[in-house]
């Protein structure tokens, strides 16, 4: 056996200022709306965009989703390639109160890969799921869905884009899940990790903490 330290596994408390956001959908809501994002296009080109842009954006994208009949607590799964579409709509998941399910995009979805498997492996894992794709790509993936397309409902990312905004914001609980993590799968399927805003922020605020 080495003779080494054991590794820390548990911390002090991190401290809660009184009035803190408890969910990640009033965190958002609290920031500045002139507070920046900055996405980085493949050929290292940068964009900004304002806080209040991805809001009007996300209430649009939250307007459609309920249109669709989602309401608080459906599970909406990503396949989408850029960042421009998955912060907005992200954020449209935290203000409505729905589940995030991020997953890599296949190159195709009528050829085998990690990704493919993957994707079947959620829609296995969910009982009903609502997928977000771009337009060009919705009758390939139906294609490739095959018998699972029974238990899902697709959305266009620039239907969602142009439908009539909602501001009205679940509120939600700290102990609701937020965000779906994907484990590698490496030694078995892929499992969806369920993360609450709760332990998002918790992780934040410890980020803040010892690393700034």
């Known amino acids: ?14 401290p809660v200022l009184a009035g ?7 965190v958002l809501c609290a920031a500045p709306a002139h507070a920046r994002i900055v996405y980085v296009s493949p050929d290292g080109s940068e964009r900004l965009e304002s806080y209040g842009s991805q809001l009007t954006q996300a209430e649009r994208m939250l307007g459609g989703l309920r249109t669709l009949g ?4 459906a599970r909406i799964l990503f396949q989408l390639e850029r960042a421009e579409d998955v912060v907005p709509l992200f954020w449209a998941c935290l203000l409505g109160g729905f589940e995030a399910v991020i997953a890599p995009v296949p190159v195709a979805y009528g050829a085998p890969s990690r990704a493919l498997t993957q994707l079947g492996e959620l829609l296995a894992l969910f009982e009903r799921v609502t997928i977000v794709c ?37 509120f ?39 690393c700034y």
Do not use: M
């Not at 056996?1 to 991190?14: M, N, Q, T, Y």
């Not at 060009?136 to 409902?153: F, I, P």
């Open 134 to 170: 771009p337009r060009a790509r919705e009758e390939e993936l139906r294609a490739g869905l095959g018998d699972a397309l029974a238990r899902v409902r697709l959305a266009q990312i620039e239907a969602l884009r142009e439908a009539q905004p909602d501001a009205r914001q679940h």
């Open 20 to 26: 803190e956001p408890c969910t990640l959908g009033a």
């Open 172 to 210: 939600a609980s700290a102990t609701d899940v937020a965000l779906y993590a994907l484990s590698s799968g490496s030694t078995a399927g892929s499992k969806a990790i369920a993360l609450t805003h709760r332990n998002l922020l918790a992780r934040a605020r410890g980020v803040n903490q010892h």
């Open 1 to 14: 056996a080495v003779d080494a330290p054991l590794a820390l596994r548990e911390g002090a408390p991190l």
């Open 70 to 73: 989602c309401e608080p607590g």
